[in-house]
């Protein structure tokens, strides 16, 4: 498998959480912090070249964090999550063909067995990337402003996007350029610039922490996963 460089997104205020500072800092399992557990989860797994945390400036949290040797913090973060990763990638240097994985840091149960399926599905593919995903379970609707149904769409076509999300590194930054505060994932952004994107079935525990009861369950998950 070939070896990507990973970029965390953790310059985010989580202001869904309401707990007066940004999400990524808060306790989540025996001591550790969100952001920390993230991290050092990914960094034990050992299938990246290098790992890169972009954060505000000035953060004033991210020096109080435990992070694994070798971890580069890029205080580089921007308005949106499009321009945090567009700074990011920036400050990465990388070359235009090298693969990029973005991660969100507010998911911690990332399963290191969905991103070797990820590395391998594009090592087959003529795509221009890849994302982890998972079917949709839930019946979706469409609503109108007044909240009241106008459609049942099929659940079938539709898949819930996850990270990491893999791309060339120029590529990604072509695409994310025009889009840094309408983009809410690099696929989308990628999508916008005609790029075919693969899907990868991800495991179910890969979730979002966004709302308090999103800590409970990841911390339910984490106890239950292999120790980072």
């Not at 070896?3 to 990524?24: C, E, N, W």
């Not at 070359?95 to 399963?111: E, G, I, L, Q, T």
């Not at 991800?202 to 911390?219: F, G, Q, R, Y």
Request: charged share 25%; hydrophobic share 45%; glycine share 8%.
């Amino acid at each position: 498998m070939f070896t990507p460089d990973l970029l965390i997104a953790a310059a985010g205020v989580g202001s869904r959480m309401k707990i007066g500072y940004p999400k990524q800092y808060m306790p989540l399992l025996d001591g550790f912090k969100l952001l920390e557990i993230t991290v050092m989860r990914l960094a034990g797994m050992k299938l990246f070249r290098s790992i890169n945390v972009v954060v505000a400036p000035n953060d004033p949290y991210i020096g109080e964090c435990r992070l694994p040797e070798g971890v580069r913090v890029l205080a580089v973060g921007g308005r949106t999550r499009a321009e945090s990763v567009f700074n990011g990638l920036k400050a990465m240097a990388l070359s235009r063909n090298d693969w990029v994985f973005v991660h969100d840091a507010a998911r911690p149960c990332v399963k290191r067995v969905d991103i070797e399926r990820m590395i391998r599905a594009l090592e087959s593919t003529d795509c221009s990337g890849a994302i982890l995903a998972s079917p949709v379970t839930d019946t979706l609707k469409t609503v109108d402003e007044h909240g009241l149904v106008t459609s049942t769409v099929d659940r079938r076509l539709c898949r819930r996007a996850q990270t990491p999300q893999g791309f060339r590194a120029g590529e990604l930054l072509t695409a994310l350029a025009p889009v840094l505060e309408t983009a809410t994932d690099e696929a989308g952004a990628m999508e916008a610039a005609g790029a075919r994107v693969l899907v990868v079935e991800s495991s179910a525990c890969n979730i979002k922490v966004t709302h308090p009861d999103d800590a409970l369950l990841a911390a339910f998950f984490l106890k239950n996963l292999a120790s980072f």
